[in-house]
């Protein structure tokens, strides 16, 4: 098979004042003809500096500074601006990460796709829409007649994915770069975007430089695999040897952070139930006015469930799945239109705004942006005792309790008198968890917690809360779209689709003998899921 | 069809807002001091009892209040603003006389100041951090930061007291009797200097919205995805970059555009532009609270059109906007 890229020692000098001097400090690789190459590593690793090398798109400031990349013959790193301008789009395309923002809002599908052709001078204007189309039909979107005159917003994010991928695709590139592409995708959708990958590269043969965070994607499409930490390739090869020996202690750290689906021990549970849902309902109303119909959207509808005290339950589903919204009535963020939310005996949902401030401590929330859901202008000591002692406990008291949480989360007691960015994303997370603590609740909320971090993070902060439900007895209600992460922690799980709940079980149940359609499409579509079961199946042997 | 729905709604609105204005315009003229009919026999000279019944008589002063709210609300349904004793003519009649001369200022200060801030805001946003670009945004600091008064008098003294290119007030020469084209280009010569004035201070405000929404729209996801298509600079810029970066100077531009009938009051007055600014200015100096009124009352209906446009310019713009909403 013929080399379409081949890149000899690159390296990527940052700006001045950045932690490291080299983003990339010389990579090497190659991809053939119809060749996927997955680019693994956490965020900082600068798997996406090197694509965006490539491309010639690297951010003001920083610039290749050493090595070449061979496409076609030529070093494209050192081509003339206007020569690469012809080649992205045409002979190199890029799909990226965030399908919500990597569209023009204002510009219709078709236009957007014809534009590439307009780009690069080629065919007459209707030959363009008519290729748009054709392009559309074959990403595999619906109704593509109806996609050429939509606006980006009408779209989901799927859909917006594989509008993306027309566009990649207009020019029948020889090398597609793929930034992370699924990543913001929930796991079906995810599911059957690799699916159009993979029949793409096979009925193009083009080569693929696959760019993930995730060894469960890895498993599922790459021919090869690169692993970089902090700018250096630590381990290559295939992807077989890889999966199944790694060398790099690098690389096996990350494979053992990888929730696999490894089932945690039943534990015993107790009876007493520290929540009580019963009835669920929460309907968002949008528009309606003068000349407006109403439209409903039931976020959670109908919706009973318990969790023992000392228990984790799991709170899977899809995004729209009203799993959020559940979490969020059970804070009491959003007050529920009808059902009981009964915390101790007592009912959130119908307290008034004065008795709910007094019960506000019993249920608390970690939320998932851990860079957002701290106050930047106060120190993480304030964060910790403003709860407390807003409930009346002496500052002295609460400042005493807030060193010893910042002790138990694994920070130190130092950490209380620091500023939220002197941390990094897991240690933000850490003092979230400690700041819902502080207030001694009964429940904790966890929505999406650990989405943000990176595996190896994850895995840290997931150990903590393990750690925390066996020292402290909690119970946590802990929201995921991610069933791997889910199984590692949770006692029981609960399923949820469309604002129902479909399915609710121990964890060894709904893994093993899941009784509803849509829990075994979820489960089937977990990337690296057959990996995962081999590997299982190879500890137990 | 999809695009009035929402607008006959607002216009619904719309004019709700206008009856409540009229009524607090009611209101106004009964918190002045003193009562209406004093006031006029007293300025008629001609303060005797017998006087003051026959005006409260004649503009129905002696009914009670809520009949008076009535007829005045029924007039102003019938755009009857009532009638100036200070210049012996119907409110509307002056309005009406004076509108245009406003309109041919204040919106030519409008196109000029919107055509040219966008095409500057663009121009020193490409080249951001150049000379050229540090250039422009100096100037357009100057601008923003010279009282409009002291530009307009500094500009009436240097282009024509000094040097006589321009006339320096009024709305065309008098006694000239041009017809024709050449009244047209009597007018523009009266029109240049107030114009530009009036352009400059908003030509500053749009250049600066335009580069600072240009940059921050550039740093934007789907300008990276652009640029991977492989277009070229100035195509990103016109057809990615500005589209977006256009709306907040959308919103602006219907904010001063609601100001197009009583904002150029200053203009008005300093340049001797027969406008309705002016006729405002002289109107309070006078207490002629009808004409007043009237004035009040028009622009505030203006201000409302002008609400409604902009909200139909940002649906064209922006398709998420209908839809969403």
Same mark, same amino acid.
């Given at each position: 098979m013929r080399t379409v890229l081949s890149i000899e020692d690159l390296s990527i000098a940052l700006p001045k004042g950045a932690d490291r001097p080299h983003a990339v400090g010389g990579i090497s690789m190659t991809i053939r003809e119809g060749e996927i190459l997955c680019v693994v590593g956490e965020s900082g690793s600068g798997k996406s500096m090197t694509a965006n090398a490539l491309m010639g798109l690297l951010p003001p400031g920083v610039a290749v500074d050493g090595g070449r990349a061979v496409f076609d013959g030529q070093d494209v790193l050192a081509l003339p601006e206007t020569e690469r301008q012809s080649l992205r789009g045409s002979r190199i395309a890029m799909i990226f990460q965030e399908p919500m923002t990597a569209l023009?809002? @204002?510009?219709r599908i078709g236009e957007q796709i014809a534009e590439v052709f307009a780009a690069h001078g080629m065919y007459t204007q209707t030959e363009r829409d008519k290729r748009a189309l054709a392009l559309i039909t074959e990403v595999g979107l619906p109704d593509p007649a109806k996609i050429v005159r939509a606006y980006p917003f009408q779209l989901s994010g799927g859909q917006r994915q594989r509008a993306m991928i027309a566009m990649a695709l207009a020019l029948e590139p020889e090398l597609l770069i793929a930034d992370e592409p699924t990543t913001a995708l929930d796991v079906t959708t995810q599911a059957q975007i690799l699916e159009l990958i993979l029949d793409l590269r096979k009925r193009r043969g083009m080569g693929v430089m696959f760019i993930t965070h995730d060894f469960g994607v890895v498993a599922e499409i790459a021919d090869k695999v690169i692993v970089m930490e902090k700018g250096i390739a630590v381990e290559q090869g295939s992807a077989a040897a890889v999966l199944q020996t790694p060398q790099h202690p690098y690389t096996q750290r990350l494979l053992d952070a990888i929730p696999t689906g490894r089932l945690p021990e039943a534990r015993r549970l107790e009876e007493a139930p520290v929540l009580e849902v019963k009835g669920l309902r929460k309907v968002y109303r949008t528009g309606g006015g003068f000349f407006r119909e109403a439209r409903e959207v039931r =976020? $959670? %509808?109908d919706v009973s469930l318990s969790i023992a005290r000392g228990e984790v339950l799991g709170l899977v589903g899809e995004s729209g799945s009203g799993k959020s919204t559940l979490g969020r009535a059970v804070v009491r963020l959003v007050t529920p239109d009808a059902g009981q939310v009964l915390v101790g005996g007592t009912d959130l949902a119908a307290l008034s705004e004065e008795e709910l401030r007094k019960s506000r401590n019993k249920v608390q929330m970690v939320f998932q942006d851990p860079y957002a859901s701290l106050n930047p202008r106060h120190r993480i000591l304030r964060a910790l005792t403003a709860g407390p002692i807003a409930m009346g406990k002496p500052k002295a008291a609460a400042e005493a309790k807030a060193r010893e949480l910042l002790e138990i989360v694994g920070l130190g007691a130092e950490a209380a008198g620091r500023y939220p960015h002197e941390f990094s994303g897991g240690q933000r997370q850490r003092i979230g968890i400690a700041r819902a603590l502080a207030m001694e609740p009964e429940l904790i909320v966890a929505d999406e =917690? $650990?989405? =943000? @971090? %990176?595996v190896s993070i994850q895995a840290q902060v997931l150990d903590l809360l393990r750690d925390l439900r066996s020292r402290l007895g909690l119970s946590i209600l802990f929201i995921t779209h991610d069933l791997r992460v889910a199984a590692q922690l949770c006692d029981r799980i609960a399923v949820m689709q469309k604002g129902r709940l479909v399915e609710i079980g121990a964890v060894h149940d709904i893994f093993l003998s899941p009784q509803e359609a849509y829990t075994r499409d979820l489960l089937a579509a977990v990337p690296g899921a057959d990996w995962a079961g081999e590997n299982r199946a190879r500890e137990l042997a | 069809m999809a695009v009035l729905v929402p607008v006959l709604g607002r216009l619904a609105k719309a004019l709700l807002t206008l009856l409540a204005i009229a009524v607090l315009n009611f209101f106004l003229i009964h918190a002045a001091p003193g009562d209406p009919a004093v006031v006029l026999a007293g300025e008629a000279g001609a303060a005797d009892e017998q006087m003051i019944a026959q005006l409260r008589e004649r503009f129905g002063l002696d009914q009670p209040f809520h009949v008076q709210l009535g007829s005045y609300v029924w007039n102003i349904v019938q755009l009857d603003f009532g009638y100036s004793f200070r210049q012996g003519a119907p409110v509307l009649d002056l309005i009406l006389d004076r509108l245009p001369a406003t309109l041919i200022l204040t919106l030519t200060a409008f196109v000029i100041s919107l055509t040219l801030g966008i095409i500057l805001g663009v121009a020193a946003s490409a080249r951001v951090g150049k000379a050229s670009d540090s250039l422009l945004t100096t100037l357009a600091l100057l601008f923003y930061a010279t009282p409009l008064y002291w530009a307009a008098l500094m500009a009436v003294l240097v282009f024509s007291v000094e040097l006589g290119w321009l006339p320096g007030f009024g709305y065309e020469t008098v006694g000239a009797n041009y017809t024709g084209l050449a009244r047209v280009w009597d007018v523009i010569k009266h029109l240049i200097l107030p114009a530009s004035t009036l352009g400059l201070f908003f030509m500053a405000v749009y250049m600066r919205m335009t580069r600072a929404s240009m940059l921050e729209v550039s740093q934007m996801d789907f300008v990276k995805t652009a640029r991977a298509k492989g277009l070229s600079g100035p195509v990103i810029r016109r057809r990615h970059i500005l589209r977006n970066a256009i709306l907040p100077v959308v919103t602006l531009a219907g904010l001063q555009a609601g100001q197009l009938v009583g904002g150029a009051v200053l203009t008005e007055t300093v340049f001797a532009w027969p406008g309705i600014g002016r006729l405002m200015f002289e109107s309070l100096a006078a207490r002629d609270y009808n004409t007043i009124l009237g004035v009040f009352l028009v622009s505030a209906a203006m201000v409302i059109v002008f609400n409604i446009l902009t909200d139909l310019v940002y649906r064209l713009v922006d398709p998420r906007i209908g839809a969403r909403a």
């Amino acid at each position: 098979m013929r080399t379409v890229l081949s890149i000899e020692d690159l390296s990527i000098a940052l700006p001045k004042g950045a932690d490291r001097p080299h983003a990339v400090g010389g990579i090497s690789m190659t991809i053939r003809e119809g060749e996927i190459l997955c680019v693994v590593g956490e965020s900082g690793s600068g798997k996406s500096m090197t694509a965006n090398a490539l491309m010639g798109l690297l951010p003001p400031g920083v610039a290749v500074d050493g090595g070449r990349a061979v496409f076609d013959g030529q070093d494209v790193l050192a081509l003339p601006e206007t020569e690469r301008q012809s080649l992205r789009g045409s002979r190199i395309a890029m799909i990226f990460q965030e399908p919500m923002t990597a569209l023009n809002p @204002l510009m219709r599908i078709g236009e957007q796709i014809a534009e590439v052709f307009a780009a690069h001078g080629m065919y007459t204007q209707t030959e363009r829409d008519k290729r748009a189309l054709a392009l559309i039909t074959e990403v595999g979107l619906p109704d593509p007649a109806k996609i050429v005159r939509a606006y980006p917003f009408q779209l989901s994010g799927g859909q917006r994915q594989r509008a993306m991928i027309a566009m990649a695709l207009a020019l029948e590139p020889e090398l597609l770069i793929a930034d992370e592409p699924t990543t913001a995708l929930d796991v079906t959708t995810q599911a059957q975007i690799l699916e159009l990958i993979l029949d793409l590269r096979k009925r193009r043969g083009m080569g693929v430089m696959f760019i993930t965070h995730d060894f469960g994607v890895v498993a599922e499409i790459a021919d090869k695999v690169i692993v970089m930490e902090k700018g250096i390739a630590v381990e290559q090869g295939s992807a077989a040897a890889v999966l199944q020996t790694p060398q790099h202690p690098y690389t096996q750290r990350l494979l053992d952070a990888i929730p696999t689906g490894r089932l945690p021990e039943a534990r015993r549970l107790e009876e007493a139930p520290v929540l009580e849902v019963k009835g669920l309902r929460k309907v968002y109303r949008t528009g309606g006015g003068f000349f407006r119909e109403a439209r409903e959207v039931r =976020a $959670v %509808d109908d919706v009973s469930l318990s969790i023992a005290r000392g228990e984790v339950l799991g709170l899977v589903g899809e995004s729209g799945s009203g799993k959020s919204t559940l979490g969020r009535a059970v804070v009491r963020l959003v007050t529920p239109d009808a059902g009981q939310v009964l915390v101790g005996g007592t009912d959130l949902a119908a307290l008034s705004e004065e008795e709910l401030r007094k019960s506000r401590n019993k249920v608390q929330m970690v939320f998932q942006d851990p860079y957002a859901s701290l106050n930047p202008r106060h120190r993480i000591l304030r964060a910790l005792t403003a709860g407390p002692i807003a409930m009346g406990k002496p500052k002295a008291a609460a400042e005493a309790k807030a060193r010893e949480l910042l002790e138990i989360v694994g920070l130190g007691a130092e950490a209380a008198g620091r500023y939220p960015h002197e941390f990094s994303g897991g240690q933000r997370q850490r003092i979230g968890i400690a700041r819902a603590l502080a207030m001694e609740p009964e429940l904790i909320v966890a929505d999406e =917690a $650990v989405s =943000a @971090l %990176d595996v190896s993070i994850q895995a840290q902060v997931l150990d903590l809360l393990r750690d925390l439900r066996s020292r402290l007895g909690l119970s946590i209600l802990f929201i995921t779209h991610d069933l791997r992460v889910a199984a590692q922690l949770c006692d029981r799980i609960a399923v949820m689709q469309k604002g129902r709940l479909v399915e609710i079980g121990a964890v060894h149940d709904i893994f093993l003998s899941p009784q509803e359609a849509y829990t075994r499409d979820l489960l089937a579509a977990v990337p690296g899921a057959d990996w995962a079961g081999e590997n299982r199946a190879r500890e137990l042997a | 069809m999809a695009v009035l729905v929402p607008v006959l709604g607002r216009l619904a609105k719309a004019l709700l807002t206008l009856l409540a204005i009229a009524v607090l315009n009611f209101f106004l003229i009964h918190a002045a001091p003193g009562d209406p009919a004093v006031v006029l026999a007293g300025e008629a000279g001609a303060a005797d009892e017998q006087m003051i019944a026959q005006l409260r008589e004649r503009f129905g002063l002696d009914q009670p209040f809520h009949v008076q709210l009535g007829s005045y609300v029924w007039n102003i349904v019938q755009l009857d603003f009532g009638y100036s004793f200070r210049q012996g003519a119907p409110v509307l009649d002056l309005i009406l006389d004076r509108l245009p001369a406003t309109l041919i200022l204040t919106l030519t200060a409008f196109v000029i100041s919107l055509t040219l801030g966008i095409i500057l805001g663009v121009a020193a946003s490409a080249r951001v951090g150049k000379a050229s670009d540090s250039l422009l945004t100096t100037l357009a600091l100057l601008f923003y930061a010279t009282p409009l008064y002291w530009a307009a008098l500094m500009a009436v003294l240097v282009f024509s007291v000094e040097l006589g290119w321009l006339p320096g007030f009024g709305y065309e020469t008098v006694g000239a009797n041009y017809t024709g084209l050449a009244r047209v280009w009597d007018v523009i010569k009266h029109l240049i200097l107030p114009a530009s004035t009036l352009g400059l201070f908003f030509m500053a405000v749009y250049m600066r919205m335009t580069r600072a929404s240009m940059l921050e729209v550039s740093q934007m996801d789907f300008v990276k995805t652009a640029r991977a298509k492989g277009l070229s600079g100035p195509v990103i810029r016109r057809r990615h970059i500005l589209r977006n970066a256009i709306l907040p100077v959308v919103t602006l531009a219907g904010l001063q555009a609601g100001q197009l009938v009583g904002g150029a009051v200053l203009t008005e007055t300093v340049f001797a532009w027969p406008g309705i600014g002016r006729l405002m200015f002289e109107s309070l100096a006078a207490r002629d609270y009808n004409t007043i009124l009237g004035v009040f009352l028009v622009s505030a209906a203006m201000v409302i059109v002008f609400n409604i446009l902009t909200d139909l310019v940002y649906r064209l713009v922006d398709p998420r906007i209908g839809a969403r909403a």
